[in-house]
């Protein structure tokens, strides 16, 4: 591995709480816009005179956006500089929020999303390495406990700020909202956030071209078809099958192009750091976990047990506020322990809680419900942050920002395909349940039972990786370079 420059001197305590007061700020407005609008798409429906699919590109135009942007992040930053590629996708934002205030057409509805979303592709990836540039390695845990809190939290806020916006104004205050969160952040950043020198014009390599398409359309493909899939019938769509195999063969050409060229976009080689690769492997198992129950419970408890939308909704935001309340904890265990014993902890808890759903049967009570969804927190608030902290830690701290970046890609691919796979199962097996006589609601429960089972099963096959991470004050066996061929 080549030894990484060394770290600038670090800001004084005052500042570097100043540094995570702004990002935080940044990172809410996003994060809660994110789900905010889920409970307008009725509206939406009704005053624009849409259908379904098209008020769906409410949520589908952001995430696709942001997932086609976060590759540049990388060679923005080291080309402008994290402060001013930071500024300016919130910059961004604002100016999304402000169109989407002002939108006269679902058109610039959508227009303005697909801003948004790109600010948001910028700012993500950047947000952590910007908290990494100001805090030594042993209290990052801490202070990404408290960045993985507001990431947790904010989106399962954001469907009750925006159903209590929408009911007391319209849906113009859905994105109005965000201008005097996201004007506070960058006012703070402008004035506190680290401003490392850019890259001179002359001296930076040139920009990535090849990769960058190749990437956006690979990411933005596979995104636009998980999105499409909403059942069983899906897999025989002609389209559906098209931008798969595009999205595959455009990703395939892009791992190719970039570990033979001499600056790409995305530094692949990170991944010969045994931490780094270890924490993806544990972030993609968490995303499969952590989306998988939220398409499954509401199936559990709405159509089979029969209980309200109430219910599921505070049973998911339990979920949310115990992982968020437990995530600076997570977060202080990192830094005196390391993360082998905290990251497998929090994933044996969300394994034997989601296992325990299936083992429980369609028949569990709502309080064993409430504790299980409980216990699932407290295991994803241990394990969230501590695990992509420590593999972050990891690398070099000039590829910081391409490493959140895969992180964050990786993750929201995993969960979309974890939503396509439970979603299309749960289907097929409840209808070949129903063929054979059994009434729906008991088909159903069957099929719940074994996705809970499956799913708890994949997050405990996830520990034994959790404990090959070193011991404190051990070191893992060395990596390959990490530099391009020149």
């Keep these: 591995m080549s030894i990484p420059p060394s770290p600038a001197p670090l800001a004084p305590p005052v500042r570097r709480r100043l540094v995570v007061a702004t990002v935080l700020l940044g990172t809410l407005s996003v994060s809660l816009n994110n789900t ?54 919130l910059a961004l934002f604002l100016g999304g929020s402000l169109a989407g205030a002002l939108a006269p ?32 390695k042993e209290e990052r845990g801490r202070v990404g406990g408290w960045w993985g809190m507001a990431v947790m939290l904010a989106p399962a806020a954001g469907p009750l700020v925006g159903g209590v916006l929408v009911e007391l104004s319209s849906w113009h205050a859905l994105f109005a909202f965000n201008i005097p969160l996201g004007l506070a952040g960058w006012a703070i950043g402008w004035r506190h956030l680290p401003a490392a020198p850019a890259a001179s014009a002359f001296l930076a390599p040139a920009f990535d071209w090849r990769g960058f398409a190749l990437a956006s359309l690979g990411v933005g493909m596979l995104l636009a078809a998980l999105s499409r899939f909403k059942g069983a019938q899906a897999l025989a769509d002609p389209l559906n099958t098209g931008l798969l ?17 001499p600056a790409p976009l995305l530094n692949l080689r990170i991944f010969a750091e045994p931490a780094y690769s270890l924490s993806v492997a544990v972030v993609a198992v968490q995303s499969v976990g952590m989306f998988g129950v939220v398409v499954l419970l509401p199936l559990l408890m709405q159509d089979v047990q029969g209980h309200g939308a109430l219910a599921t909704g505070a049973a998911l935001c339990l979920t949310a506020l115990c992982a968020g309340m437990v995530s600076p904890l997570g977060g202080r265990l990192l830094d005196r322990h390391g993360p082998r014993a905290v990251v497998a902890a929090g994933l044996l808890c969300s394994a034997l809680a989601t296992m325990a759903f299936g083992l429980a049967g369609p028949e569990a009570p709502l309080w064993l419900i409430l504790a299980l969804m409980a ?36 993750r929201r691919v995993a969960a979309s395909l974890a939503v396509v796979a439970v979603s299309i199962y749960y289907e097929l097996h409840r209808a070949g349940l129903m063929v054979q006589g059994l009434p729906p609601a008991a088909a159903s429960g069957s099929a719940l039972e074994h996705l809970f089972i499956a799913i708890g099963g994949l997050l405990l096959l996830a ?24």
């Excluded at 595009?246 to 395939?252: D, E, I, K, V």
Aim: net charge positive; with cysteine; charged share 10%.
């Design 105 to 136: 057409s679902m058109a610039w509805v959508i227009a303005a999303r697909c801003i948004q979303g790109v600010a948001g592709g910028l700012m993500i990836p950047l947000s952590l390495a910007l908290v990494f540039e100001v805090y030594p």
């Design 463 to 486: 520990v034994p990786l959790a404990l090959l991470f070193p011991k404190p004050g051990g070191a893992m066996p060395p990596a390959h370079a990490m530099t391009s061929p020149q």
């Design 375 to 410: 216990a699932r927190g407290i295991g994803i608030g241990l394990s969230y942050m501590p695990v992509s902290t420590a593999g972050l830690n990891a690398i070099p701290a000039p590829l910081v920002t391409e490493g959140a970046a895969m992180n964050n890609i990786l």
């Design 245 to 261: 195999l595009g999205a595959c063969a455009c990703l395939a050409l892009f791992v190719r192009a970039e570990l033979r060229h």
């Design 36 to 89: 905010a609008l889920n409970p307008a798409i009725p509206v939406f429906i009704e005053v624009f005179g849409i259908d379904a699919v098209a008020a769906g590109w409410v949520l589908t135009a952001f995430m696709i956006s942001m997932g086609m942007t976060m590759p540049l992040t990388g060679y923005l930053g080291k080309r402008f500089g994290a402060k001013r590629v930071y500024l300016a996708g």
